[in-house]
């Protein structure tokens, strides 16, 4: 078995440092990598968190928005609804007019009426 290990080269302890110490300085570099993409994965995802709250906030507003229409919304409900009931009191009231007009106009064309043939007897006619 000896005379195998003379053709290859015989590792040393220096050459085994050595060899463990380029492959901690990879594994360094990867890591340094991976930290630098983290790193900017970090920032784009506080970025869109900043959106995010813009877009919370703003939707926020809208939603305080359309509580506001709503109740003013309710409150033209109430005012059509008083305006209806004011609509038909004033149609009665119309009808109400109409019967006390059409009651004086038959009165006064009777009156009219006796008067003229009070006039057409004085008259002769």
Request: avoid cysteine.
């Amino acid at each position: 078995m000896r005379g195998k290990t003379k053709n290859k080269k015989e590792l040393t302890l220096n050459d085994l440092a050595g060899s463990i110490s380029d492959l901690a300085g990879a594994v360094k570099i990867g890591f340094d990598g991976v930290d630098k993409r983290f790193d900017g994965v970090e920032s784009r995802l506080d970025g869109v968190e900043s959106r995010l709250d813009g877009v919370e906030s703003r939707l926020d507003g809208v939603e305080d928005r359309l509580a506001k229409n709503e109740d003013g919304l309710h409150d033209l409900r109430k005012q059509v609804g008083n305006l209806s009931s004011e609509v038909n009191k004033l149609k009665v009231g119309q009808e109400e007019l109409k019967d006390i007009i059409s009651g004086v106009y038959h009165v006064e064309i009777r009156d009219l009426k006796s008067r003229v043939e009070v006039l057409e007897k004085k008259a002769g006619i």
